[in-house]
């Protein structure tokens, strides 16, 4: 089966410009993950789907930033305008059930943002 | 709020030696469930132990297994017979039983000396 898929795998973009990365969560997945990885802050969860809807985004660094679940095997997060402290690496990650129980989160191989 | 301390930075272990990684949490919660996740070069985040906090029996999964103390808030990680392979960063990380957000610790650099 195949795992959480995140394109791109590299993004480089130049300040003011809009990013956006996308994510495949694993079919039959109903919860959905964005964090981010940076060198100051490590890993921080972003926002978190359940059911295609939005149930935490309290991570959202700013208006800038949205993300969208338009049905359960696409995700996507921009940044709009992108700026140079955007620079990391956004991870997607699914997971059969939320809110009970140990279920595990799968993450896809990350997105490395650059912004000049 | 929850948070988790790796005070390792970094580790170095000689190959098919043990080696102990540290991670201690915060928490009020008295259900939750406690995570190792290895980070190799590659970055993709993978899985390695998962821990029940209701569970007094340490996980083990193979070479890996935890010394998980509830009380101390305690929750190691302990490599056996080190691999040329267990070579990347470490996480430690915590989930509240009836919750879905993962919160993890600052990683400790495992090196592998063969």
């Known amino acids: 089966d195949a795992g959480v898929i995140q394109s791109p795998r590299h993004e480089v973009t130049e300040m003011g410009q809009e990013v956006t990365l996308r994510c495949k969560p694993i079919?039959?997945?109903?919860?959905l993950f964005w964090y981010r990885q940076t060198m100051m802050r490590g890993l921080e969860l972003l926002i978190y789907?359940?059911?295609?809807?939005?149930?935490?985004d309290s991570g959202m660094p700013e208006d800038r930033f949205s993300a969208k679940m338009p049905n359960a095997s696409f995700s996507t997060l921009k940044i709009q305008p992108s700026e140079p402290r955007d620079s990391a690496v956004y991870f997607c990650a699914s997971s059969t059930r939320a809110g009970t129980g140990g279920y595990e989160q799968y993450f896809g191989p990350g997105t490395r943002l650059t912004v000049t | 709020a929850q948070t988790v301390t790796q005070s390792q930075p970094e580790m170095s272990v000689q190959e098919a030696e043990t080696v102990t990684l540290s991670c201690t949490y915060d928490?009020?919660?008295?259900?939750?469930?406690l995570f190792w996740y290895k980070q190799p070069p590659s970055r993709q985040m993978i899985l390695v132990i998962r821990q029940e906090a209701y569970k007094q029996q340490n996980a083990t999964e193979n070479r890996f297994s935890v010394n998980f103390q509830k009380a101390a808030k305690s929750f190691s990680l302990k490599i056996s017979d080190s691999q040329l392979g267990d070579a990347a960063m470490y996480f430690c990380a915590y989930r509240r039983a009836y919750g879905n957000k993962l919160v993890f610790g600052a990683g400790t650099i495992l090196r592998v000396k063969s």
């Open positions: 789907f359940n059911n295609n809807v939005p149930i935490d």
């Open positions: 079919s039959g997945h109903n919860s």
């Open positions: 928490t009020s919660e008295s259900d939750y469930y």
